[in-house]
Nanobody, 119 residues
Framework: QVQLVESGGGLVQAGGSLRLSCAAS????????MGWFRQAPGKEREFVAA????????YYTDSVRGRFTISRDNAKNTLYLQMNSLKPEDTAVYYC????????????WGQGTQFTVSS
């Protein structure tokens, strides 16, 4: 089993920055993709960003591209999301997830971390 624990949420003013972390423990999968998702109040959970095992070719949803940066430290089993130029519409619960190469699906999820961007 895999345990994913997000941290770094809180309250930040619009235009500010924040970094989320996701620590992974338990079973390892070798080459796997990790991603960030978010769910705003009253909305469906949506994809934010993902990064492969090697860290190459990270990709982002259009609304965060250029403002958010996803990265990972495989030695520390930790995923990061650096968020800059934050907007009130970024307010959500943010989840990290693992997509094993064997399944191609995001099978493992963290419990989420909430942050709010005030205007």
């Amino acid at each position: 089993q895999v345990q994913l624990v997000e941290s770094g949420g809180g309250l930040v003013q619009a235009g500010g920055s924040l970094r989320l972390s996701c620590a992974a423990s338990g079973r390892t999968f070798g080459s796997h993709t990790m991603g960030w998702f978010r769910q705003a109040p009253g909305k469906e959970r949506e994809f934010v960003a993902a990064i492969s095992w090697s860290g190459s070719n990270p990709y982002y949803t259009d609304s965060v591209r250029g403002r958010f940066t996803i990265s990972r430290d495989n030695a520390k089993n930790t995923l990061y999301l650096q968020m800059n130029s934050l907007k009130p519409e970024d307010t959500a619960v943010y989840y990290c997830a693992v997509r094993p190469l064997s399944t191609g699906k995001y099978d493992y999820w963290g419990q989420g971390t909430q942050f709010t961007v005030s205007s």
